[in-house]
Every structure is written in structure tokens, then in C-alpha cells.
T-cell receptor
Framework: NAGVTQTPKFQVLKTGQSMTLQCAQD?????MYWYRQDPGMGLRLIYY???????DKGEVPNGYNVSRLNKREFSLRLESAAPSQTSVYFC????????????????FGEGSRLTVL | DQQVKQNSPSLSVQEGRISILNCDYT??????FLWYKKYPAEGPTFLIS?????DKNEDGRFTVFLNKSAKHLSLHIVPSQPGDSAVYFC???????????FGKGNQVVVIP
């Protein structure tokens, strides 16, 4: 029972480089999310996808793009990485009642630690 | 603007005693509240939730209390165990809204 799988788990980039964080869930959830966690800041929503084919900005979307590739997969792309994007990134999925599911709880992946030099 | 606030960033408690974590929110549209627990180098895991139609929800050693008029909720852990040592996040959203807002978290240390 994999749940939410994120790759890579660790990445070091130089300023200006690009990269994509991959996320896949096997719970048939409609909604998927990308959060970042910084010391003293809690979890902040970057982008989310309420259902396949839709994406919306969260609290801190600048510098990121996302793709909901299919129901299982939701990727986060940094086109030109900046040191301010050094963070731990978490992908999550849920099946909230308002999309036909049972509960609004989010299931998180283990996180991807990104360092931008 | 922080819509979900967790003060007192850290808490130390003796094993067997009660741990109480507090959370305040500012958005009156919030009507669904969750607590998450996070160990280092792991993703947050869901602990317990409560909707605004209730003022208490209990699951084993964990109880969440909601005071809508004060826009305040609390998590009680009784009795506290060493495995409860973790960071606890309070989160909230409005019904039909996927934008779950998180607090900054509280570090709990349970002393054996």
C-alpha cells in the first residue's frame, strides 16, 4: 500500500536550473496538492488540483508550475530555481465529500528535500 | 496573513500526563478542522478531525474540542506517551474548499 509517492527524495540545484518533482497516488483520490514546509512557517499550499483536468493556485504559487497528468499523477515544476525555493516539498491527495469522497483528510507523501545553491 | 495560529511552539510533558495543544483561527468560513502529527523526515499523518456541527470529537487517547464562538480548538492527548513526541499541526478549511490552511505547528516532547 504505497499511498502517495514522491520523487526524488533529495535534490540539489544551482540557481537558474529547472527540475520537476513527481507525485503519484494509488488511492483513486480526486484531489491532489503540493505544499512546502519551511522552518517556522508551517505548511503552505503552492498549487492544488481539485479534480483531474483542473489546477488552482494556492498561497505561494510564484515560481512554480504544475501539471495534473492524469488522476494518479500531479507534478510540480521549478522553471528557474532560486535559493528562496530551498524547502521540503510535500505532495498530498484527498477525496473530500464535495467531490464524492468520504473525508477531507489529506494523505501526504514522505517529502522531497530541495536545496538551491 | 496567518489564518490558523498555533502559539506556544513547544511543549514538554511527562509521560502519562495530559498534553493540550491550542489553535485559533480567524476565518469565520472555516467549518472543518483537522490535526496532523509529523515525525522528522516523514510526511504529516492525519490524527483527528471535527466539523463545525460538533463541539467535541474523540478517538482513543485523542480528543479535539471546538469553540466556534471563540474561533478556538484544542487537542487533548491523554495519557501522553513517548511515541507522541512529534510536531502537531492544526489545519482548517471551509466546506467545499480544497484550500486547507495549516498552522505553524507545535513541537511536543513527552518525557519518559
Amino acid at each position: 500500500n504505497a499511498g502517495v509517492t514522491q520523487t526524488p527524495k533529495f535534490q540539489v540545484l544551482k540557481t537558474g536550473q529547472s527540475m520537476t518533482l513527481q507525485c503519484a497516488q494509488d488511492m483513486n483520490h480526486n484531489s491532489m496538492y503540493w505544499y512546502r514546509q519551511d522552518p517556522g512557517m508551517g505548511l503552505r499550499l503552492i498549487y492544488y488540483s481539485a479534480s483531474e483536468g483542473t489546477t488552482d493556485k494556492g498561497e505561494v504559487p510564484n515560481g512554480y508550475n504544475v501539471s495534473r497528468l492524469n488522476k494518479r499523477e500531479f507534478s510540480l515544476r521549478l522553471e528557474s530555481a532560486a535559493p528562496s525555493q530551498t524547502s521540503v516539498y510535500f505532495c498530498a491527495s484527498s477525496d473530500p465529500p464535495w467531490t464524492g469522497g468520504n473525508t477531507g483528510e489529506l494523505f501526504f507523501g514522505e517529502g522531497s528535500r530541495l536545496t538551491v545553491l | 496573513d496567518q489564518q490558523v495560529k498555533q502559539n506556544s511552539p513547544s511543549l514538554s510533558v511527562q509521560e502519562g500526563r495530559i498534553s493540550i495543544l491550542n489553535c485559533d483561527y480567524t476565518n469565520s468560513m472555516f467549518d472543518y478542522f483537522l490535526w496532523y502529527k509529523k515525525y522528522p523526515a516523514e510526511g504529516p499523518t492525519f490524527l483527528i478531525s471535527i466539523s463545525s456541527i460538533k463541539d467535541k470529537n474523540e478517538d482513543g487517547r485523542f480528543t479535539v474540542f471546538l469553540n466556534k464562538s471563540a474561533k478556538h480548538l484544542s487537542l487533548h492527548i491523554v495519557p501522553s506517551q513517548p511515541g507522541d513526541s512529534a510536531v502537531y499541526f492544526c489545519a482548517a478549511s471551509g466546506w467545499g474548499n480544497n484550500r486547507l490552511a495549516f498552522g505553524k505547528g507545535n513541537q511536543v516532547v513527552v518525557i519518559p
